[in-house]
């Protein structure tokens, strides 16, 4: 999906494709047209098929990193989303994609700003929400309605819904992309290394914020 958008907006782009991405040094050229885009998922994980993002991977002439582009134009016309097109997602990338859906919400949560009450209720429901069907989902790939609830849950969490006026950033997901890049290691299999790793890290500087998050998360200190 995400190569598809990128391919979509190269057609009509003057000069070089790759700056449209965010690299270092050079800041983004973004594309202002681009061909209209069907996304079909077969994967719960990114929400690409819902967003104006795409993550490429570029490894050529010396140059190895993992970076993105969002634009206005790179907006699916159509999503098409049928949990059925999922069933046959491996048991290992059917986790990974459950670890990259929380990680999306969890980026606004502790990344974000303090007052947004509804956002981290919207942000909570999501990550209940697979953490109740996302099992049913690996231990049952053929059970449409687990994965059903986890492919809704992967569009609302980042649609833009849940981050919308956080002013969140994603370090979790910028030290994750260059572990993918240098060791193609998939993206939700580093997130559920690095996001347990960045909250250790980050709950000391936010710890009301982690507080809260354990209580209405894992029930902590409720029982
Ligand atoms: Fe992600």
Sequence with gaps: MDA???????????????????????????????????TVPTLAATG????????????????KLKTFV????????VAVVDPELTVTVPQNHT???????ITHVT????????GTPLQDRFAEGVILT?????????????DLEARAQVQWASI???NGWVQVGTNYIAPVHMIEHTLSALYDIPHGAGLAVVNPAWMRFAARFRPDRFAQFAQRIFSFGSR
């Design 107 to 114: 980026e606004g949560y502790f990344n974000g700003i303090d």
């Design 70 to 77: 969002k634009a206005e134009v790179l907006y699916p016309r």
């Design 130 to 142: 697979v953490l109740e069907w996302g099992p049913k989902a690996v231990s049952d790939g053929s």
């Design 48 to 63: 690409s098929e819902m967003n104006n993002g795409a993550v490429i991977t570029i490894d050529d002439e010396g140059e």
């Design 156 to 158: 609302v969490a980042l």
């Design 95 to 101: 986790a990974f994609g459950v670890c990259d859906i």
């Design 4 to 38: 598809s958008k990128v391919i979509a907006a190269s057609v009509l782009y003057e000069g070089d494709p790759k700056d449209m991405l965010v690299r270092a040094g050079k800041a983004p050229r973004l594309p202002e047209r681009a061909l209209p885009i069907i």
